[in-house]
């Protein structure tokens, strides 16, 4: 025995023993979360650099969210259906790439929207499918998951550190080549990986369906508290490089900034083994959502304080770190391996009806109540999340992640 890792070759008729593929799995994370590093600060300025104005910037930067309430569940399905994650995890890769080249062809309001939904359909087919596939080669080392979820966030820290860069020297009008070749790295790195295949929960009752899964207790308030989170979300998400930029800092600090959040993500994905294996998910989810409702408040009303700013940053670590890998954790424990993709599809999609629903009013909100008014709501939905993740999520239905 070789390794620790058994999964399918295509090169025989069994399984072999091979050593777990950490860097190309790894790899395709990088690319992955590089694209939202290039997006989530800097998607919002570019609009904003072609003349929108905050109610068409949150419409622009909603339509992707929206597709994530309709697309992972479809092909969430079809990777239970078929089996074949990792040939969906290419095709959505490639036609990603394409559909978003067409950003080349025109820059109209229409133009943009029909781009941000063709090609956020299919990106949105692949994370939750890449995502069983990585849990299928880590079997029961689970708790090595956010070692290679880290390299997403050093992947998101080196685009918006690099980006926030190059758009101080030069024009925003390379901002598309700039996410073109951040996407063929997606591709690249998508042909990279092998495949492997969810193995069953042997305490699963064969013929157990997604929907009786899904009534299990704490399942749905759990589902209800993603979209909340991510609503949360909307103004960071959206306008937070715009209203920093607002108050004075350049674009080559805010991307530092942004990079800051997610060095303390990097650090908490480090930890987050420990951490689950000492505490409940549920306490976690808790902490989480407290420290979010915390977060939005710092950021909407003392932004202008470098300090405030450095901590509320710091704090990203709990609000995307820590939830992220409890919520992924609760998933793969509350669906069967024929349901896996489509619980992931399920957190993916409600995860997008709450930052749809985040960016929508943060977009109407912005100009006509402010951004301290408007983060205030966020940290409301954060708070609400706690509340029902306290009130519903027992924690005799949870154990610590072993």
Request: proline fraction near 3%.
């Amino acid at each position: 025995m070789c390794a620790s890792v058994p999964r399918c070759s295509a090169s025989c008729d069994g399984l072999v023993v091979t050593a777990l593929p950490y860097w190309r799995l790894s790899s395709f994370y990088l690319f992955y979360f590089a694209l939202l590093g290039a997006t989530a600060p800097f998607l919002a300025l570019y609009f904003d650099h072609l003349g929108f104005s905050s109610a068409r910037i949150g419409e622009l930067v909603a339509i992707p969210m929206l597709m994530r309430c309709v697309a992972p569940n479809l092909w969430g399905w079809l990777g239970d259906y078929t089996g074949r994650r990792l040939a969906i995890v290419r095709f959505g890769a490639v036609c990603t790439l394409v559909s978003f080249s067409l950003i080349f062809v025109s820059q109209t309001y229409a133009w943009l929207a029909l781009v941000m939904a063709l090609h956020a359909f299919f990106w949105h087919a692949v994370l939750p499918q890449f995502e069983v596939i990585t849990l299928a080669h880590l079997q029961k080392q689970t708790s090595r998951y956010s070692q290679i979820r880290l390299w997403g966030s050093i992947g998101f820290i080196l685009a918006v550190v690099i980006m926030g860069r190059l758009f101080d020297r030069l024009s925003l009008d390379i901002y598309p080549v700039v996410i073109v070749v951040i996407m063929a790295g997606i591709v690249g790195a998508s042909l990279w990986v092998p495949n492997a295949q969810p193995a069953t929960h042997g305490s699963r009752v064969a013929g157990d369906g997604f929907l009786k899964q899904l009534r299990s207790p704490g399942v749905l308030a759990f589902y209800a508290c993603v979209a909340l989170m991510q609503m949360s979300h909307g103004p960071y998400y959206t306008f937070l490089t715009l209203h920093l930029e607002h108050l004075g800092y350049s674009r080559g600090v805010i991307g530092m900034l942004w990079a800051l959040g997610v060095v303390a993500e990097v650090l908490m994905f480090l930890g987050m083994s420990r951490i689950l294996t000492r505490f409940s998910v549920r306490r976690v989810l808790l902490a989480s959502f407290l420290l979010a409702a915390l977060r939005w408040l710092l950021l909407g009303s003392f932004a202008e304080f470098f300090w405030v700013l450095l901590l509320a940053q710091v704090m990203h670590a709990a609000t995307f770190g820590s939830f992220h890998a409890a919520a992924i954790a609760f998933v793969q424990r509350s669906f069967d391996a024929k349901q896996q993709g489509q619980g992931q599809a399920l957190y993916a999609a409600l995860a997008g009806t709450g930052g749809a629903l985040g960016a929508l009013y943060c977009g109407y909100s912005w100009n006509l109540l402010g951004p301290t008014f408007t983060f205030s709501i966020a940290s409301i939905a954060a708070l609400a999340a706690a509340v029902i993740i306290g009130l519903r999520l027992h924690e005799q239905n949870q154990g610590t992640l072993q």
